[in-house]
């Protein structure tokens, strides 16, 4: 008997966690590992948040909420997200699920026909080609250009739109890249995919987590608020990754199909979570404030520090908490490098290519982590490079 329905075949996975796996094996062995591989702050969630939930719990919020979530969380969602963006948000166009990846899934889910097309940038985040995959499109990825701050190969993706694309995924701020994508890029995106018949799913989970311009959505230019979603959510912002709470933004009819899919799923996000989250948006603004500082303050020091590294190229990121190294002047294939970094220098860190094959070339560095684990880090990422017998073993992946 087949154990398993065959389009389990077709669904992907993230490497990061078989990474950290691989990380806690080898600290269970009594080997010190920094992780640079880590997809969430390092910060707690702030105080008035963790209050607001304790303080939900012992008032009875203990039940199923409105699948859509609570009316007044949507109400809050809608106002922040109509205030960030310069744009006009219903609550009935806020659908509330545990956590931004669910929007992922649950998009092409209601989008995307067996034999569709999805465009989506290579390197990104796994779970867009994985689920495009497991519903039966097409996935079809698109460049960037990094000496244009990792924006969209405009050329190539002109090329890639055809009558069969459903969907256009965006992600800015970017992960891996840290890439932001600008006005200007997103409205010849935008114009390219005027009047065809193209959803855009705009990730934007990172949209607070930005350290040089303001975040700009590609929603707000004209007639694309009619076909994009927009996720976004509280995992990274708040520090609220195990929390579980993210959130899209659509219109109405897509709303309603997707409220379908979470009543058919998780039924509804927790009940106390949603209630933080109203604290999270009305309270006070501050610790969130300080902590993308903080990352501003380290990722300055973790682009010199790599920078140093021979071999080592890395641009700034504009946005979320990594820094995206080329690594292709050490000679070395990105995993076998990202794992011989684990194995001799005790640094976790992500291979480009857990991001897709063009991540080749690319090592992932979060620093989600202290400024003394990053100057450790680094350290001991230049003893190993430093060393004579560097670099060791294959020539760089194909894969
Ligand atoms: N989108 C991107 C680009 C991400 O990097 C992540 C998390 O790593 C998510 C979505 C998912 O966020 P959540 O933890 O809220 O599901």
């Known amino acids: 008997m087949s154990l398993l329905a ?12 078989e990474v950290l796996a691989r990380a806690r094996k080898l600290e269970a062995e009594g080997k010190e590992v920094i992780h640079l591989e880590i997809g969430e702050p390092d910060f707690s969630t702030p105080k008035h948040i963790v209050e607001a939930a304790v303080s939900a719990l012992h008032s009875g919020w203990h039940h199923y909420t409105p699948a859509a979530g609570l009316p007044s969380l ?10 960030r963006r ?8 806020v659908v509330v699920v545990p956590g ?23 390197p990104g985040f796994p779970i867009y080609e994985s689920m495009v995959n497991f519903v039966g499109g097409r996935p079809v990825p698109v460049g960037l250009v990094e ?25 800015s701020p970017h992960n891996p890249t840290g890439g932001v994508l600008g006005r200007a890029q997103l409205e010849a995106l935008a114009d390219m995919i005027a009047g065809r018949d193209i959803w855009v799913l705009s990730d934007e989970i990172y949209s607070q987590i930005i350290y040089d311009e303001e975040h700009f959505s590609i929603a707000a230019l004209p007639g694309m608020r009619q076909r994009s979603i927009i996720l976004d959510g509280f ?30 799923s998780n039924s509804c996000a927790a009940a106390f979570t949603q209630m933080a989250a109203i604290e999270a948006l009305g309270g006070d603004a501050e610790p969130v404030r300080k902590m993308v500082a903080e990352f501003r303050r380290r990722r300055d020091f973790i682009v010199e520090g790599l920078n140093r590294l021979p071999g080592f190229r890395c641009q ?14 050490t000679g070395m294939g990105s995993r076998r490098l990202a794992e011989l970094l684990l194995e001799k220098a005790g640094v976790a860190c992500l291979s480009g290519t857990a991001f897709g094959s063009r991540g080749e070339g ?37 894969d």
């Not at 949507?74 to 205030?83: G, K, L, N, P, V």
């Not at 310069?86 to 166009?93: C, L």
């Not at 990274?236 to 058919?264: F, S």
Request: some cysteine.
């Open 6 to 17: 065959s389009r389990m075949q077709r669904l992907g996975t993230e490497t990061a966690f």
């Open 74 to 83: 949507r109400r809050a969602i809608a106002q922040d997200c109509s205030h």
């Open 86 to 93: 310069s744009i006009k948000v219903d609550p009935e166009e």
């Open 100 to 122: 931004g990846k669910p929007i992922i899934f649950f998009s092409i889910l209601a989008l995307v026909e067996e034999g569709d097309e999805v465009i989506y940038p290579n």
């Open 147 to 171: 000496e244009q701050g990792f924006q969209i190969d405009l050329d190539e993706l002109a090329r890639k739109i055809s009558p069969r694309t459903r969907l256009l995924i965006l992600n």
């Open 235 to 264: 995992s990274k912002t708040y520090a609220m990754t195990g929390w579980r709470l993210g959130y899209g933004v659509m219109p109405r009819r897509l709303a309603e199909a997707i409220e379908r899919l979470e009543i058919n």
């Open 316 to 329: 700034a990121p504009r946005g979320a908490f990594y820094a995206f190294a080329n690594i292709r002047g």
């Open 362 to 398: 690319y090592l992932r560095f979060s620093f989600a982590n202290s400024m003394e684990n990053i100057a450790r880090a680094l350290d001991r990422i230049k003893s190993v490079v430093d060393d004579p017998q560097f670099p060791v073993g294959s020539p760089p992946n194909k």
